[in-house]
């Protein structure tokens, strides 16, 4: 079985990374979702409120696995037996910091490879931090994010205004 790891804060997640998950499971039999608690980029959701976030808006995709990981990502890919890092490379302002990440995984394990899938071309200028700010501001992020995921940015910002 062919397991691929797809990381990240997923601050939300957005429709592009669902994207990247359903890509991912035409070259994986099972894609697991690591979430990095990543306390250094300041999530508004906690670790808990994103895995929920994310469980909820892959209900209905088959052979997807959701879970926290701490530390290295290359030592969680040992673990879990998996086959290949999966990134989304959306255009070529990702291409510096993803060949860092990729060559510094391969450096602490020389097993340890990284697929990159490009997301559907209307998704390819989504960022999570772009989707907070426009909610921060009442902007619409239906159409970007999964329905739970707007009703929550929506309860964030709306309780920060009170
Ligand atoms: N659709 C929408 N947004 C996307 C996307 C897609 N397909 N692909 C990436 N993004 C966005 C993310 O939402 C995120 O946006 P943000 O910065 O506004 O939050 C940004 O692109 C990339 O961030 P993210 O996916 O969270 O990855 P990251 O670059 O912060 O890295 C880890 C996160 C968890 C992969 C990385 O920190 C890690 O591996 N940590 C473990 C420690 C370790 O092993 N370090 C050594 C490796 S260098």
Redesign the pocket.
Known sequence: MKIGVY???F?PI?N??I??IRRSLQVFDKVIVAV?P?PK?KPIFDIHERVEMIREATRDIPNVEIEIFEG???EYMKRKNAHAIIR?L?AVSDFE?EFM?AL??RKLDSEAETVFLM?SEE?SY????AIKEVASYGGVVKDLVPPIVARRLRDHFQKKQK
């Open positions: 990381p990240g804060t601050d957005t592009g990374h994207d990247i990095a990543n980029k290295l990502l290359a989304g959306r910091h990440m510094m995984n997301p998704y989504l960022t999570s931090s």
